[in-house]
């Protein structure tokens, strides 16, 4: 109740991207009253924890349907999207400001509104006589096609609500996701689910600002839930799906192949992979006969403005602070790279989610970037596997994102140290329980 109290009163103060000083005192608030939520969860009857977890999701989440969205306008970009293809037009082939679509922006005021001085933290000029909530209007979509049958869907079932219906969706996926973690875990750990449902940045991102990368999320877990029974062909394909709806759940896919290297290749190692790159592929064959090469859209100019050229660095942080500057980009591959390799080696084929955690966590410390809902991943994959000191990394990303690129050595640097302390003490643990007995056929993975 004191977690939803502060929810509510983050969302509700007026603090937004452009004024974040009431974030600022409402955030802690939200993050203190979390931690001791979940630790109080665990003296809770086994059998009563799923029905918490599931009430107090619905209370958190419920904070952020409270306001329109407070630091993204990404969501108007998706009902855009959505409009545009109920119309029979591709989302790559024009951006919303060209004058193809003219007509159809003047029949939707609530994303192009006339006659304003265009000065609310979430409005931009666009054409002349026309502001615009949709965010860099002289560019097209970035969005990979999942994402974008995910915008038509929204806007068929409630776009004359406007972007209170992206927020619905988002809370419906942000539920779903809760209820699927209580199903696949096992009772002793079913408190777990909590450190999805109730985390603040949960309610923030996948609710209030309703991000795409929830469905992501979602495809992630359920795709790795089937591999980790043996289901490689359903699981490919669910995590196909995830990687065409954001790209990024595409470093998941180490995760759901671990312990591959550790003995004899096999032909069926490579059923997942393969039928993961097949179904990303076909979900933009429609696209592609629509607008060809035109469905990359924004893409290489985003990762440009994002600073993760080599031409000016803005992201690399961590790395930028113990190798040149010119070598930042390739020490980020080489670390992911070594990541990826370790976790083929020696991680648990019967607990994917561990070694796609440790892949996708790696790899936002190396990149450090400045938007906290790409996080969103590593949350749904630490409440399957538990490991909570990773949820610093996506809150570091959210200090750096209300408060700018000064914030980033000192938030990632902390989100590191949580993490190397984390892993020290569950180290320690395990040396006390005594040596883990070998599974026959894999090595054993070399202390951390």
């Given at each position: 109740m004191a977690l939803s109290w502060a929810m509510a009163g983050a969302f509700t103060s007026g603090g937004t991207l452009r004024d974040a000083a009431p974030l600022d005192h409402w955030h802690p608030i939200a993050l203190g009253s979390f931690a001791i939520a979940v630790v109080a969860l665990k003296f809770v009857r086994p059998v009563l924890v799923p029905f918490l977890v599931l009430a107090g999701t619905v209370a958190v989440l419920a904070t952020g349907l409270l306001e329109p969205p407070r630091t993204s306008d990404d969501s108007y970009r998706y009902l855009w999207d959505g409009r545009v293809q109920a119309?029979?037009?591709?989302?790559?082939?024009?951006?919303?400001d060209a004058p193809e679509l003219a007509g159809l922006r003047a029949r939707a005021p609530e994303l192009f509104p006339v006659g304003?001085?265009?000065?609310?933290?979430?409005?931009?000029?666009?054409?002349?006589?026309f502001c615009s909530h949709v965010n860099?209007?002289?560019?097209?979509?970035i969005y990979p096609p999942v994402a974008e049958g995910y915008f038509a869907a929204l806007y068929g079932l409630g776009g004359k609500y406007g972007v209170r219906a992206a927020q619905v969706g988002g809370?419906?996926?942000?539920?779903?996701?809760?209820?699927?973690l209580l199903w696949l875990l096992p009772l002793e750990r079913r408190?777990?689910?909590?450190?999805?449902?109730w985390f603040p940045g949960v309610a923030v991102w996948a609710v209030n600002?309703?991000?795409?990368?929830?469905?992501?999320?979602?495809?992630?877990?359920?795709?790795?839930?089937?591999?980790?029974?043996?289901?490689?062909?359903?699981?490919g394909a669910l995590l196909g799906a995830a990687i065409a709806t954001k790209l990024i759940p595409a470093l998941a896919v180490p995760g759901a192949m671990a312990g591959v290297l550790s003995r004899r290749p096999r032909l069926k190692d490579l059923v997942l992979p393969v039928t993961a790159v097949v179904v990303a592929a076909l979900t933009y064959v429609p696209y592609v006969l629509a607008s060809g090469s035109g469905v990359l859209g924004y893409l290489p100019?985003?990762?440009k403005e994002e600073g993760y050229d080599s031409e000016e660095l803005k992201r690399f942080a961590l790395l930028r602070l113990v190798v040149p500057e010119d070598l930042?980009?390739?020490?980020?591959?080489?670390?992911?790279?070594a990541v990826i390799l370790y976790v083929l080696r020696y991680g648990d084929p019967l607990r994917p989610w561990s070694g796609a955690l440790l892949v996708f966590g790696v790899a936002l410390l190396a990149l450090t970037p400045g938007y906290p809902w790409y996080g969103l991943l590593l949350v749904g994959l630490v409440a399957l596997d538990g490991r909570w000191e990773w949820l610093g990394v996506p809150m570091a990303a959210q200090v750096v994102y209300l408060h700018g690129l000064e914030a980033q050595d000192t938030a990632y640097g902390l989100a590191l140290a949580a993490v190397v302390a984390g892993q020290a003490v569950r180290t320690v643990a395990l040396r006390r329980r005594g040596p883990r007995t070998a599974v026959p056929g894999r090595p054993t993975a070399p202390a951390p």
């Open positions: 119309e029979g037009i591709s989302p790559y082939a024009h951006p919303p304003t001085d265009c000065k609310g933290w979430d409005l931009r000029k666009a054409k002349p006589g860099r209007p002289a560019v097209p979509t809370a419906v996926l942000a539920l779903s996701l809760c209820a699927l408190w777990q689910a909590a450190l999805w449902g600002d309703a991000h795409v990368d929830t469905l992501g999320v979602l495809l992630v877990v359920g795709g790795l839930a089937l591999a980790a029974k043996g289901r490689l062909a359903g699981g100019g985003y990762l930042a980009v390739i020490a980020a591959g080489a670390a992911v790279l």
